[in-house]
């Protein structure tokens, strides 16, 4: 929560419901889906998910 608060919450006007859920999303598939994590390594969460160490889009 702590990084979501301060990475897009903190970050980010909301001029609509629709532009947060849009931004909240981008964010979150950042954070999961690009972003390396060095607690795996310097590599995405999603690459877990995967099985392999490569980023692939879902």
């Known amino acids: 929560n702590g990084k979501f608060r301060a990475e897009c919450l903190n970050t ?3 001029m609509s419901l629709d532009d947060a859920r849009t931004k909240m ?3 979150r598939r950042d954070y999961n889906e690009v ?3 060095s ?3 310097n590599k ?4 877990l ?4 160490g490569l980023e692939e889009p879902p």
């Not at 995405?44 to 690459?47: L, N, R, V, Y």
């Open 44 to 47: 995405p969460p999603i690459s």
């Open 25 to 27: 999303e981008d964010w």
């Open 12 to 14: 980010h006007w909301f």
């Open 35 to 37: 972003r390396p994590h």
């Open 49 to 52: 998910m995967n099985g392999s």
């Open 39 to 41: 607690a795996i390594g």
